[in-house]
């Protein structure tokens, strides 16, 4: 894991109570989106979306919304998939 996206990870060690201090280096990308999309505030968005950047992380919601399972709250996926769809252009409709 990048030393800037476990400093996020730390900095939101609540969103993370499951896991024990020395696996959180062990996170993958995947992970750290969901909990900050699904439980974070808009300070650790907008760090998420500075560190990967707004696209990587919308290919990363995507991809695990087109999985068989997603973890994400109803109202999350919404809202996010609007968001997306209106700030990444590979989204876009028009």
């Known amino acids: ?25 062990d996170l993958s ?9 699904n ?6 968005v907008r760090k998420l979306f500075e560190l990967l950047g707004t696209e990587k992380v919308a ?13 994400y709250h109803p109202q999350v996926a919404h809202f996010f998939d609007a968001y997306f769809k209106r700030h990444v252009q590979k989204y876009s409709k028009s």
Not at 39 to 44: A, C, E, F, R, T
Not at 59 to 71: A, E, L, V
């Open 29 to 37: 990308e995947l992970s750290v989106v969901e909990a900050i999309l």
């Open 39 to 44: 439980y974070g505030n808009l300070d650790s």
């Open 59 to 71: 290919d990363i919601f995507y991809w695990r919304q087109s999985q068989k399972r997603s973890n």
């Open 1 to 25: 894991m990048k030393t800037q996206l476990y400093r996020l990870v730390k900095e939101n060690r609540p969103l993370f109570w499951s896991v024990g201090e020395t696996h959180l280096k």
